[in-house]
């Protein structure tokens, strides 16, 4: 079945009204059965060694997917659980970076310790929200 095949013209049987419905729903009919004649041919008729080979290729391509799929639901669960280990220190620290339009390293270090987090990430995190961190701020400076 190559490019250089020829085509034959044939007769066939089929039911007139299935062939009406076929002829509403699919625009090419003969390249429609001839497509479904080599799938029958190359997967249907396949010989066991072929099949064989084919489920290992497959399972293969199965095993790299579920792979992909485990590291990408690997990814979504930490930047989840980051979220929720910043969601209460990031209470405060928004609070007081809305009003003094600032946050200390040493007021971050005082609240990574009361919330049990890392000082290290909670700084990383909060210099990703772009906001203005400085060595000391005053914890009793007035609010904006």
């Known amino acids: ?7 034959k013209k044939v007769s066939i049987s089929i039911d007139s009204e299935v062939w009406e ?3 509403k729903k699919i625009p090419n ?19 066991e060694q072929l099949i ?7 399972n293969a391509e199965l095993s790299v ?10 990814n979504r669960l930490s930047k989840i ?7 209460a ?6 609070r007081l970076h809305e009003g ?11 609240f990574a310790k009361q919330y049990d987090v890392s000082y290290d990430e909670l700084l990383e995190h909060i210099e990703s929200l772009d906001y203005n961190i400085v060595n000391y701020a005053e914890p009793n400076r007035n609010l904006k």
């Open 81 to 87: 659980d980051e979220k929720d280990i910043f969601e």
């Open 1 to 7: 079945m190559n490019a250089e095949s020829t085509k």
């Open 52 to 58: 064989i080979k084919n489920i290992g290729k497959l």
């Open 21 to 23: 419905d076929a002829g």
């Open 65 to 74: 997917l579920e792979t992909r799929l485990l590291n990408i639901r690997k």
């Open 100 to 110: 003094l339009g600032e946050i200390g390293k040493n007021q971050i270090e005082k």
């Open 29 to 47: 009919r003969s390249e429609f059965i001839e497509k479904i004649l080599k799938y029958y041919l190359d997967n249907v008729c396949m010989d």
């Open 89 to 94: 220190p990031m209470v405060t620290i928004n």
